[in-house]
C-alpha cells in the first residue's frame, strides 16, 4: 500500500520512511513524532504462496476497525496507544497513528550477553519496575496484553513502552496472537498451540519469562536438552534450565546468582504452574556485586561460586587438549570489544586500549556500538548505522548511496536505500542488503570499481530482520541472519558467491546458536557453538565438529582466521587454537 489517508490528508508512504515491519504491518515514520502503522494486504510479498496468512489479512483488514474503534481510553502512559485511524481512498480502515518511539531497543536487547554487559545487570529491576506499574494498571483497566514478547516492549532512557496496543484483549475483543516462548502453557494445546483464551495470569507468565531471560540471558527453557524431542514439548512437560539434564548456555548468567526467594518464584511459576502477579519486593532490594574472588556478578550475600574465596591464580598460557593447542594472547583485565589476527580493543576501567597499551578516546562505553581494527585506527560507529571496513576502504551509507573512501575524496559507488541498508566488507568484495516493500534487494559491490550488482537473488525475508552479520572467505560470503516471523526466532545461513550468485541458504541450523562471532577461511565458515567450534562447507551440507576446542569456546566467542590457526575472542581473553591437520586455513 503507497497511500493512506491520515486526518483528512494524503500520505504518500515511502520505503526510507520505513521504521520496522512486523507478522502484520509495516510502521512509518510519518513526523511531527507520530508512526503509522499499516496492516499488510492479502497480496503482500511476505504473504506470497502462503493462502492461510492472505486469509488472515483479508479478516483483519475486515474486522480490526471495530476493535480500534472501541479501544479503552485512560490507558497507562507507557503503552502506544492507537491515535487516529488511517484509512485508504474507499474509507476503509488500514491502520493507525500513534505515538513514536524513537532511539529504542526492544527488549530481546537485554537477554543479549553483549548487549546486557554494556548495560549492566543493575539496569533489569528498575526497567521491570516501570513495566510492572503498566501492566498493573492495565489490569485494573480490564485489560489484557494477550500476546506479550520481548518484540513489543521498547525501551529507551530507562522506560519501557508497550507496542502493538491493537492486539490487546478487552471487553468483546479477544486476542488471538501468541507467541511460542511467552505464551503460558496452561492455555495451550499439544504442541504448544493456544487453545483458551488470554488472561492476566498468562500476562503474569509472560512478564516472569521476560524477567528470567533478561537476569540470566537465557529462556527459563532453553539451552540443550539432548535426545530428539522438540523445544514445545519441554515447555509442555516442565523441563526448565533447573533440570539437570539440560546444558545449560555457557555465555548466560548462573542461575544460582539469583537470590533463593526470586529463584523459589521463577520455579513455582514455570516448574508448578503457579500464577499470580509478580510481587515488586522481589525487585526493590535486588543488587549486583562483583566477586572479588571469580568476578562473577551476583545478587546474593555471598558469591554462589567461591564464597569470597583468594583471587584464583593466573590462568596457564598454553593448554593442549588431545590435538589442540590453545595459546592465551591475552588475559584482560576488562571487556574484549574487537579483535583481529594481530590486534584487539579492551575497554576496563573507563578506558579503551589497543593492544600495545595505548589508550583510544572513543567516550563511554555504549550498548549497541560496533568496533573496527584498521591498522593503527579504532573506529566505533552505532549498530544501526550503514558502515563497513574492509578491503582498504570504508564505506557507509549517505542520503540514499552507497560511498566509500577514495584517494582524492569521497567516491559514490551505487544507489541503495536511505536508513534502510545493512553492508558488510571483506579482503575482496563486499555485500549488503536493503527492505523495501516488503522485498529484499541484496547486492554485491567491489572495492576498485563503481556500481552495484545489484541482482543478489536473497531468499524471501518475512517478518522482521533481528540482527545480522556477515563473514568472507575466499570469493564467498556468509551472510548470518536472525530473523523473527509468526511469532518464532529462528537463524538462516545465505552463501553468497562474489558474483552475487547464491551458492546455498539453510533455515535454523544447530551449529549456527548465534549470528555474530563465525569467520571464514577457504571455502569453510568456522562458527562458535558451546560444544566447540564447527566447520561447515560452502553447500552447508558437510558439517565438521571439533569437540577437543569446547573447553576454549561458547556461542558467544568471535572467532578469527589466522596464518597458523584460529583467533578465539571470549569476553576477557584472547586465545590462538590450533587443531593439528584439521583446521585448514
Known amino acids: 500500500m503507497n497511500e493512506v489517508i491520515l486526518g483528512g490528508r494524503r500520505l504518500k508512504l515511502q520505503p526510507a520512511m520505513s521504521v520496522g515491519t512486523g507478522g502484520e504491518a509495516d510502521v512509518f515514520d510519518v513526523g511531527?513524532?507520530?508512526?503509522?502503522?499499516?496492516?499488510?494486504?492479502?497480496?503482500?510479498?511476505?504473504?506470497?504462496?502462503?493462502?492461510?496468512?492472505?486469509?488472515?489479512?483479508?479478516?483483519?483488514?475486515?474486522?480490526?476497525?471495530?476493535?480500534?474503534?472501541?479501544?479503552?481510553?485512560?490507558?497507562?502512559?507507557?503503552?502506544?496507544?492507537?491515535?487516529?485511524?488511517?484509512?485508504?481512498?474507499?474509507?476503509?480502515?488500514?491502520?493507525?497513528?500513534?505515538?513514536?518511539?524513537?532511539?529504542?531497543?526492544?527488549?530481546?536487547?537485554?537477554?543479549?550477553?553483549?548487549?546486557?554487559?554494556?548495560?549492566?545487570?543493575?539496569?533489569?529491576?528498575?526497567?521491570?519496575?516501570?513495566?510492572?506499574?503498566?501492566?498493573?494498571?492495565?489490569?485494573?483497566?480490564?485489560?489484557?496484553?494477550?500476546?506479550?514478547?520481548?518484540?513489543?516492549?521498547?525501551?529507551?532512557?530507562?522506560?519501557?513502552?508497550?507496542?502493538?496496543?491493537?492486539?490487546?484483549?478487552?471487553g468483546r475483543h479477544a486476542c488471538l496472537a501468541y507467541t511460542d516462548r511467552f505464551v503460558d502453557p496452561l492455555v495451550c494445546d499439544r504442541g504448544l498451540k493456544l487453545a483458551r483464551p488470554h488472561s492476566t495470569a498468562t500476562d503474569w507468565y509472560a512478564f516472569d519469562a521476560l524477567l528470567f531471560q533478561s537476569l540470566l540471558l537465557v529462556h527459563p527453557y532453553?539451552?540443550?536438552?539432548?535426545?530428539?524431542?522438540?523445544?514445545?514439548?519441554?515447555?509442555?512437560?516442565?523441563?526448565?534450565?533447573?533440570?539437570?539434564?539440560?546444558?545449560?548456555?555457557?555465555?548466560?548468567?548462573?542461575?544460582?546468582?539469583?537470590?533463593?526467594?526470586?529463584?523459589?518464584?521463577?520455579?513455582?511459576?514455570?516448574?508448578?504452574?503457579?500464577?499470580?502477579?509478580f510481587p515488586r519486593a522481589l525487585l526493590d532490594g535486588l543488587a549486583w556485586t562483583p566477586c572479588s574472588g571469580c568476578g562473577l556478578t551476583h545478587a546474593r550475600a555471598a558469591c554462589p561460586a567461591c564464597q569470597g574465596a583468594a583471587v584464583h591464580a593466573r590462568r596457564h598460557l598454553v593448554v593442549v587438549r588431545g590435538r589442540v593447542k590453545a595459546t592465551r594472547l591475552l588475559d584482560a583485565d576488562?571487556?574484549?570489544?574487537?579483535?583481529?589476527?594481530?590486534?584487539?580493543?579492551?575497554?576496563?576501567?573507563?578506558?579503551?586500549?589497543?593492544?600495545?597499551?595505548?589508550?583510544?578516546?572513543?567516550?563511554?562505553?555504549?550498548?549497541?556500538?560496533?568496533?573496527?581494527?584498521?591498522?593503527?585506527?579504532?573506529?566505533?560507529?552505532?549498530?544501526?548505522?550503514?558502515?563497513?571496513?574492509?578491503?582498504?576502504?570504508?564505506?557507509?551509507?549517505?542520503?540514499?548511496?552507497?560511498?566509500?573512501?577514495?584517494?582524492?575524496?569521497?567516491?559514490?559507488?551505487?544507489?541503495?536505500?536511505?536508513?534502510?541498508?545493512?553492508?558488510?566488507?571483506?579482503?575482496?568484495?563486499?555485500?549488503?542488503?536493503?527492505?523495501a516493500g516488503g522485498v529484499t534487494v541484496g547486492f554485491v559491490f567491489d572495492h576498485e570499481r563503481h556500481g552495484l550488482n545489484d541482482s543478489v537473488a536473497l531468499p524471501p525475508v518475512r517478518g522482521r530482520v533481528l540482527d545480522a552479520a556477515c563473514a568472507f572467505g575466499q570469493g564467498r560470503a556468509w551472510l548470518l541472519l536472525e530473523l523473527e516471523a509468526g511469532g518464532r526466532v529462528f537463524r538462516r545461513c545465505v552463501v553468497v558467491r562474489r558474483d552475487g550468485t547464491i551458492a546455498a541458504s539453510i533455515d535454523g541450523p544447530a551449529w549456527l546458536e548465534s549470528v555474530h562471532g563465525a569467520c571464514a577461511a577457504g571455502p569453510f565458515l568456522f562458527a562458535p557453538t558451546d560444544r566447540g567450534i564447527v566447520r561447515v562447507s560452502e553447500s552447508l551440507a558437510c558439517v565438521t565438529e571439533f569437540a577437543e576446542t569446547e573447553p576454549f569456546v561458547d556461542a558467544s566467542s568471535r572467532l578469527h582466521a589466522a596464518d597458523d590457526g584460529i583467533l578465539v575472542a571470549n569476553r576477557r581473553e584472547v586465545l590462538k587454537l590450533e587443531v593439528a591437520q584439521e583446521v585448514p586455513v
Request: aromatic share 10%.
Open 32 to 170: 511531527s513524532g507520530l508512526a503509522l502503522k499499516v496492516y499488510k494486504g492479502p497480496d503482500h510479498p511476505d504473504y506470497k504462496g502462503l493462502p492461510e496468512e492472505q486469509q488472515a489479512a483479508k479478516d483483519r483488514l475486515r474486522t480490526r476497525w471495530e476493535k480500534l474503534r472501541d479501544f479503552p481510553a485512560g490507558l497507562p502512559p507507557r503503552v502506544v496507544a492507537p491515535l487516529q485511524l488511517a484509512t485508504d481512498r474507499s474509507g476503509r480502515v488500514v491502520g493507525y497513528a500513534m505515538r513514536l518511539v524513537g532511539a529504542a531497543e526492544p527488549l530481546l536487547r537485554w537477554a543479549d550477553p553483549a548487549y546486557r554487559r554494556a548495560v549492566g545487570a543493575a539496569t533489569v529491576a528498575p526497567l521491570f519496575l516501570d513495566l510492572h506499574s503498566t501492566v498493573l494498571r492495565l489490569h485494573e483497566l480490564c485489560v489484557v496484553v494477550g500476546d506479550f514478547n520481548d518484540l513489543n516492549v521498547l525501551v529507551t532512557g530507562g522506560a519501557a513502552h508497550v507496542i502493538d496496543a491493537d492486539s490487546f484483549q478487552f
Open 334 to 435: 576488562g571487556e574484549v570489544l574487537a579483535a583481529s589476527p594481530k590486534a584487539w580493543l579492551v575497554y576496563g576501567g573507563g578506558e579503551y586500549r589497543r593492544e600495545d597499551g595505548r589508550v583510544v578516546p572513543l567516550g563511554a562505553l555504549r550498548p549497541g556500538m560496533r568496533y573496527f581494527l584498521d591498522g593503527e585506527r579504532t573506529v566505533a560507529v552505532a549498530a544501526r548505522e550503514a558502515f563497513a571496513c574492509g578491503g582498504g576502504h570504508n564505506y557507509w551509507e549517505r542520503d540514499g548511496a552507497l560511498w566509500r573512501e577514495g584517494r582524492y575524496g569521497d567516491e559514490r559507488v551505487g544507489e541503495v536505500l536511505a536508513g534502510q541498508t545493512r553492508l558488510w566488507a571483506g579482503p575482496e568484495f563486499g555485500l549488503g542488503f536493503y527492505r
Open 222 to 277: 532453553g539451552g540443550v536438552l539432548p535426545g530428539p524431542g522438540k523445544p514445545s514439548e519441554r515447555v509442555l512437560d516442565r523441563v526448565t534450565v533447573f533440570d539437570p539434564r539440560v546444558r545449560y548456555p555457557k555465555a548466560a548468567v548462573p542461575w544460582k546468582a539469583l537470590p533463593d526467594e526470586l529463584l523459589h518464584r521463577f520455579h513455582e511459576t514455570f516448574a508448578e504452574d503457579k500464577r499470580s502477579p
